[in-house]
């Protein structure tokens, strides 16, 4: 059965910091495509940050520099390191899996979120 287990959200005011884990089973994680979506009340999902079996990291433009993506394929483990954290980023974090089973397909897997609130 495949899970991703996400845990770290929690309420912090504007200018602190949280660190989100995903812990994965049931997949070859270390071929997997991981990837952090977000979904704020009244807001389209937006993918936040990504990180390829080669380690290769992509993130939106609004949390460049303030977010880091990485991956430890022991312990078959993302994270994502939030830091400035703005009220703008207030949202459910969903924990994303991507394996590809050819150049035109793949499956994808989702983790059931994890609520950050940023607010003063």
């Known amino acids: 059965q495949v899970q991703l287990v996400e845990s770290g959200g929690g309420f912090v005011q504007p200018g602190g910091s949280l660190r989100l884990s995903c812990e994965a089973s049931?997949?070859?994680?270390?071929?997997?495509?991981m990837g952090w979506y977000r979904q704020a009340p009244g807001k389209e999902r937006e993918l936040v940050a990504s990180?390829?079996?080669?380690?290769?990291?992509k993130y939106a433009e609004s949390v460049k520099g303030r977010f880091t993506i990485s991956r430890d394929n022991a312990k078959n483990t993302v994270y994502l390191q939030m830091d400035n954290l703005r009220p703008e980023d207030t949202g459910v974090y969903y924990c994303?899996?991507?394996?590809?089973?050819?150049?035109?397909?793949?499956?994808?897997?989702w983790g059931q979120g994890t609520q950050v609130t940023v607010s003063s």
């Open positions: 990180t390829d079996s080669g380690s290769r990291m």
């Open positions: 049931g997949i070859r994680f270390w071929i997997a495509t």
């Open positions: 994303t899996s991507k394996v590809w089973t050819s150049a035109y397909a793949a499956n994808d897997y």
